[in-house]
């Protein structure tokens, strides 16, 4: 475990490559929204600062190229899997020759490797069972402090993902730790209190408040009223 004191990591999300390469090279940019595209890297950067593992992503797209960098950044390796090939293949790698990228074409539930995981992005199939699966597998194969960003949280046209992940909270496998725009990061319940910890402590958070609209201090409060309401 690290230390809870006020730090900023090493790069900062404006010094971020991705971003200057879709500004100036015309890299497909995240169909995320442009601030929860900055809060993916900027929990990534934290996954891989506080926990042992590697990066995994279930579905490719224009958010693989900030693991691309998080891989450069960390020196992990980032596992893609799709079962689309020609996805797995669509990104221009020039711009990130460190990065250590393992490619799986197959679908997300015939996984079979057990990988200790920082930082997983699921954006696959969007159905309950194969959403609920995904989870399940990347919650098995967290390292310590590993965090889980599920794209198309709160999404109106995929309700079945957001239903996955409060049944999974109600059941007591994960806690919310962070809502985006379109994205919840969950982890397992013994890690969330770190997490709690380490958000409101880091100094970057802390200045992206106003802009992410972000309000650390109550969240527990918040999410421990609406998981009751739910339940009633």
Same mark, same amino acid.
């Given at each position: 475990m690290i230390g809870m004191k006020k730090h900023l990591?090493?790069?900062?999300?404006?010094?971020?490559?991705?971003?200057? +390469?879709?500004?100036?090279?015309? +890299?497909? @940019?995240?169909? &995320?929204?442009?601030? $929860?595209?900055? +809060?993916f890297y900027k929990m990534g950067q934290l996954a891989c600062?506080?926990?042992?593992?590697?990066?995994?992503? *279930?579905g490719v797209g224009g958010s693989t190229y900030p693991l691309f960098e998080l891989s450069e950044y960390s020196k992990r390796t980032l596992i893609l899997v799709d079962n689309n090939e020609d996805n797995l293949h669509a990104q221009q790698t020039d711009y990130f020759e460190n990065a250590k990228v393992v490619r799986q074409h197959i679908d997300s539930q015939d996984l079979l490797l057990s990988p200790r995981?920082?930082?997983?992005?699921?954006?696959?199939?969007?159905k309950y069972d194969v959403t609920r699966? $995904?989870?399940?597998?990347?919650?098995?194969? +967290?390292?310590?402090?590993? *965090?889980?960003?599920? $794209?198309?949280?709160?999404?109106? &046209?995929? @309700?079945?993902?957001?239903?996955v992940i409060h049944d999974l909270v109600h059941e007591g496998y994960?806690? *919310?730790?962070?809502?985006? $725009?379109?994205s919840a990061w969950i982890t397992k319940p013994e890690y969330y209190d770190y997490w709690m910890a380490l958000l409101s402590e880091d100094l970057e958070i802390e200045?992206?408040? @106003?802009?992410l609209g972000l309000d650390i201090d109550s969240r527990q409060t918040y999410y421990y009223r609406n998981m009751r309401d739910m339940k009633q």
């Open positions: 990591r090493s790069i900062m999300i404006s010094q971020a490559k991705f971003l200057r +390469l879709v500004n100036e090279f015309g +890299l497909t @940019p995240s169909l &995320k929204s442009y601030a $929860d595209t900055l +809060l600062d506080c926990s042992d593992g590697d990066i995994l992503e *279930i995981l920082a930082y997983c992005h699921i954006d696959g199939n969007k699966s $995904d989870v399940h597998f990347c919650l098995l194969s +967290l390292s310590e402090n590993g *965090i889980i960003c599920q $794209d198309d949280y709160g999404n109106s &046209k995929w @309700p079945e993902v957001t239903s994960c806690k *919310i730790v962070m809502i985006g $725009d379109s200045f992206l408040h @106003p802009f």
